[in-house]
T-cell receptor, first 116, second 115 residues
């Protein structure tokens, strides 16, 4: 079964509104979670690394004021797309690691955001 | 700058035959490589990995080969099954062993296994 769950799986919103996406590790504690974005026919692009209890680390080119990340607990990280625009429409995926070893990453089901 | 490249966007193979998916990388600091499988509207699932100290890793029908001098890796699936039809992503990271879990993904290859 899924060990990382995302919600919602699909969201449609109007331009200018904010949307929150949740990522939960279901049966383990994740001190670090990762947020990715995927455009059609493109690779998964790492947006930011979410650390429990501290500020997220954003990749170059990702606006931290637009994509707010909060890792309030060891099992929950949230991504809020603020003042969404049509170009923010994308597939957002989170991942979390059970262990320190690279590769033991479990991905959420993804969230399809459509901004009208 | 695409550090991990999958030059074939799609591949079609007959059931029972071998599927070979290729991946090239440019960053010599990468020391851990992974393959993920992804179905539409789902998150990727881990398939197999290889560290840079090895040149081959096998798990059932899946084998990953690493050629460090060529900065090239490949995933072999044999025999291919229709259920293998999915997008396959190659990913790489630097600092295996706890330093980081940051993965750099390739653009993916859509594998279609024909019955």
């Amino acid at each position: 079964g899924a060990v990382v769950s995302q919600h919602p799986s699909r969201v449609i919103c109007k331009s200018g509104t904010s949307v929150k996406i949740e990522c939960r590790s279901l049966d383990f504690q994740a001190t670090t979670m990762f947020w990715y974005r995927q455009f059609p026919k493109q690779s998964l692009m790492l947006m930011a690394t979410s650390n429990e209890g501290s500020k997220a680390t954003y990749e170059q080119g990702v606006e931290k004021d637009k994509f707010l990340i909060n890792h309030a607990s060891l099992t929950l990280s949230t991504l809020t797309v603020t003042s969404a625009h049509p170009e923010d429409s994308s597939f957002y995926i989170c991942s979390a690691s059970r262990t320190e070893r690279t590769g033991e990453l479990f991905f959420g089901e993804g969230s399809r955001l459509t901004v009208l | 700058d695409q550090q991990v490249k999958q030059n074939s966007p799609s591949l079609s193979v007959q059931e029972g035959r071998i599927s070979i998916l290729n991946c090239d990388y440019t960053n010599s600091m990468f020391d851990y490589f992974l393959w993920y499988k992804k179905y539409p509207a789902e998150g990727p699932t881990f398939l197999i990995s290889i560290s840079s100290i090895k040149d081959k890793n096998e798990d059932g029908r899946f084998t990953v080969f690493l050629n460090k001098s060529a900065k090239h890796l490949s995933l072999h699936i044999v025999p291919s099954q229709p259920g293998d039809s999915a997008v396959y992503f190659c990913a790489a990271s630097a600092g295996y062993g706890g330093a980081t879990n940051k993965l750099i993904f390739g653009t993916g290859t859509l594998l279609a296994v024909q019955p």
